[in-house]
């Protein structure tokens, strides 16, 4: 075989590895519609395609990773030690968590291995098959929320349409909590902003756009107001970046008044506008449910769900919701259990001591907070490996936002968006580093929708920008 055939038969693998990581993330995706014949199908096929992924990865780019993959593989690594350190000396207790943290990175290098066409051609699939599921989701949810019902999806009756049967206030999708659905929709939202950007043919802009429009009103539904908050920033992105685009500015105090204005202006009108959009569903469903009261002969009043959040918002956000204690127990915590400072913890024994220092009803399950979760879970040497990774990160996207380089599209830098906003959600929320929020799986669509995008940004900005700059004192 000549050098051009091998070379040839070089270039397929990043394509084979790919295909793999596409169909691994739909897996994960659809699991909660039937996460007992999802487990089933896990346990020998789901394993073998996460380990053929992990495999490929490193047969393609060995260990010649970015340093910031290079920080994500260290990071698998080193949980898969404190594990090991933690009494679980044949990987019988945590090993698909261990081994999902190891899909992450390999996850995250699919953006690396792929040149410009094919990172196209695969955000394309990607948002296509995302967009598509949580589009149908979406739909029958705001449907069944709307005329105040709930359904069991078949084949394992999984509850779907409300929060819980008596319960009309939540949407409720694959019977999860609205923390995290409303994380599904936002991404959604998301990749179908780019998708807007990036195809050129007028009807696929149409389809994103209403795709976008029914996410943003699930997340409305939702009532995740952390979502409600990290939708309403990415606005604001959104608003910069066209605002960069498409207006000369040139001055840097230009460029921050621009950056000051979108963040003044779009933030509150975006979190208000979702007020309305509750308020505009509740006639929606006035319209579409009759209710019969009265006498025999037949007295009738229409009136539909009632959407209005009636929580206290000042009074949560003095507390953060109840964090403010979990946050505060993180010390205390580490003096009466100080060998997690070094190891960490199992995760289901994470919150046995935080909690002793909390003064709550319900234990909670989890720090809240993703940098927190992982110090609890690795000790100081994870949480050092995934502190700079994402300062590494942040550097890069925040490179890929404000480049002029032309080879970089309008819709690429709009990938920055979802990096973002997952990052914020981590800070009160654990999605990424850490055990699933959801127990039916090691990890869902969440955490690997973050590394695939994280991978295609960190793609974009190597392809114009190999190494950053150092810094030398003058």
Known sequence: MDKASLRSAEDRWPSRHAFLVFIVFCFFMVCPAAPQRWADLYSFYGKTLVVSVIALALYIK??????????VWLYALWLLISRILNSDTYMVRESDLVLTKFLCAAMLATGLVLDSKQRRRFMNWFCLALGLFYFCAGLLAIILNLLDKYIYL????????????????????????????????????????????????????????????????????????????????SLAMLAILLAFRYFSLGKLWQKCLTVLLCAALVIPLSFKSFDLVCSLMSDVSGILISETAGDEAGEEESSGVDLSDKRDLKEDLSNLSERRQIYASFIPSLKADPKRILIGSFADKLMNVPNTFVDFPIPFTHMHNFILEVFMLTGLPGFLLVAAFCVLLLIRMLHLFFTKDKRVSLAEKTLTIPLAGILIYGMFEVVIFTACGDKRAPTDMRELSFFIIAGIVLGCSHDILPRLPKFKKK
């Open 62 to 71: 060995g260990f010649s990773f970015t340093a910031e993959v290079k920080l």
């Open 154 to 233: 078949p084949p394992e009756n999984v509850l779907f349409g409300l929060d819980l049967p008596w319960n009309i206030h939540y949407l409720n999708v694959f019977d999860t909590n609205r923390t995290i659905s409303s994380l599904w929709f936002y991404i959604a939202l998301c990749l179908m902003i780019y998708q807007f950007f990036a195809c050129k043919k007028t009807l696929g802009r149409i389809a994103a756009a209403i795709a976008g429009l029914l996410f943003y009103v699930a997340i409305a539904l939702c009532f995740s107001r952390t979502v409600k908050v990290i939708t309403s920033g």
